[in-house]
């Protein structure tokens, strides 16, 4: 029997677990995987660390680590997919060589969004921070640098912005929302985070926005603010959220929602085709409603399921939390998960806050289930709470517990 032709276009958390998943469960197929870039995979939340010089290129590597074992894979660098023909099952690599599949993952990721209205963003010294050799080129810079400027208040400007001031830089963040960490969080519960970073040296800048960046023969020298400020700077970072690899797909036949539209079980609209990670447009479990995330955890996941559904081991993928966010900066960690922001809304919230923490619960309306919850300096058990969201449990008896902090294991072992 002819062995099956897997092709996986991206090797990063999507493409390389669902390789993975796919040599478990199939010994023998060819894994052939092709990436644009020309480092081989990499743990991409990390890339910071190269910027602070806190690991090196070899601390990062994705194959041969834990779970990312997979033997016999053909991982192919610096191999751009130009186009893809569902009817004939090729995909076109660096626009002439033809590479065959019997199944197809399209696990592209996503690239920053650079915002039209700022301009100048092709000067040298401006970044968006997404790849390993931005990383090296950005630490690089840094030893010609005495400020930089980063553009957005989400969670990757702030892991780059501690790189940053790790190496002793001036930095200066200009955020257009009222407050940081708009996406995940209400201002009142990023203030105690706003707090602790003003305290660790980062000058927070809310309700302005880059118009202009400026550049001399060394590259950017300043921006301008939509207050006419300007601010010197000869580092930019521009972490403006992020949108699907997806030009490469048109057409295809693929639908296309923004990202790949896929089904319960990874599975794009043609026949042996399946996508997986930034790329593909996916679901709530608590709304139900169609999605996109950016988060490494969702993309290994789900790149898993899909290798499995390659491999002819149907498994439904359970969907994807709309904000699931765990981290720690300057010293304060917080987690964010499900629906949290609730102004306007029905939804019945239970916010208990001190100097040093932060708890808010969203429950529906009706009050039977929690859908949400943001905690911030305390984020102990947090994955009690995640599970009762993404089960859709019905809090009945332990509702107390959960808004008095008391939930325990013990909770989930009660009749
Ligand atoms: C600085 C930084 C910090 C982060 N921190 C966190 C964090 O703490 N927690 C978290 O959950 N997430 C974090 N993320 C987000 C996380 O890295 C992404 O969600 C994750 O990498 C998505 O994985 P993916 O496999 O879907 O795609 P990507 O990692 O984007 O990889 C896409 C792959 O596809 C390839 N590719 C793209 N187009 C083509 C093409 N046409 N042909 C061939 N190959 C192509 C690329 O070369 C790459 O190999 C961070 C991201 C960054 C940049």
């Known amino acids: ?101 019997d199944k197809l993952l399209i696990a592209t990721g996503s690239h920053p969004y650079l915002p039209p209205s700022i301009k100048g963003t092709d000067a040298p010294g401006v970044f968006a921070l997404r790849t390993l050799s931005e990383a090296q080129a950005m ?16 969670m990757l400007n702030l892991k780059t912005a501690f790189a940053l001031l790790e190496r002793g830089l001036k930095v200066t963040m200009v955020v257009t929302s009222p407050e ?35 550049a001399g023969p060394t590259g950017v020298s300043a921006v301008v603010l939509d207050t006419s400020e300007e601010l010197p700077a000869q580092i930019v970072n521009i972490g403006k959220g992020v949108r699907p690899n997806v030009e490469f797909l048109a057409g295809s036949g693929i639908h296309l929602e923004r990202g790949v539209i896929a089904d319960t079980h990874t599975a794009c609209n043609l026949p042996n085709v399946y996508t997986a990670g930034d790329v593909a447009v996916t679901f709530d479990p608590i709304t139900g409603e169609r999605m996109m995330t950016a988060l490494w955890t969702n993309a290994v996941e789900m790149g898993r399921v899909a290798g499995r559904n390659m491999a002819g081991h149907p498994m439904a993928y359970t969907g994807t939390f709309g904000i699931l966010n765990a981290t720690q900066v300057a010293e304060v960690p917080f987690v964010s998960m499900g629906i949290v922001h609730t102004a306007g809304t029905d939804y019945e919230t239970h916010i208990t806050a001190t100097s040093e923490t932060y708890r808010k619960l969203v429950f529906t309306a009706d009050g039977m289930r929690l859908i949400g919850a943001v905690f911030v300096g305390d984020i102990s058990h947090a994955g009690l709470y995640r599970h009762l969201i993404r089960e859709r449990m019905s809090v009945g008896s332990i509702k107390n517990a959960i808004i008095g902090h008391r939930l325990h294991y013990g909770h989930f072992l009660l009749p």
């Open 180 to 214: 940081i960490l708009s996406q995940i969080m209400e201002p009142d519960g990023a203030m105690l985070i706003r707090q602790a970073l003003k305290e660790a040296g980062l000058r927070i800048l809310t309700g302005r926005s880059i118009t202009q960046i400026i």
């Open 1 to 101: 029997m002819a062995l099956t032709r897997y092709v996986i276009i991206g090797a990063s958390a999507a493409g390389i677990s669902a390789a993975q998943a796919i040599r478990e469960a199939d010994p023998h197929g060819t894994i052939t995987v092709l990436s644009a870039e020309s480092d081989p995979p990499y743990f991409r939340p990390l890339i910071p660390f190269i910027v602070d010089g806190k690991k090196a290129v070899a601390d990062i590597p994705m194959l041969g680590q834990g779970p990312y074992t997979a033997s016999g894979l053909d991982v192919r660098l610096n191999s751009t997919v130009t186009a893809v023909s569902t009817s004939v099952r090729i995909v076109i690599v660096n626009g002439s060589e033809t590479v065959p599949y």
């Open 139 to 154: 630490a690089k810079r840094i030893s010609t640098s005495q400020e930089a400027i980063l553009a957005g208040g989400g």
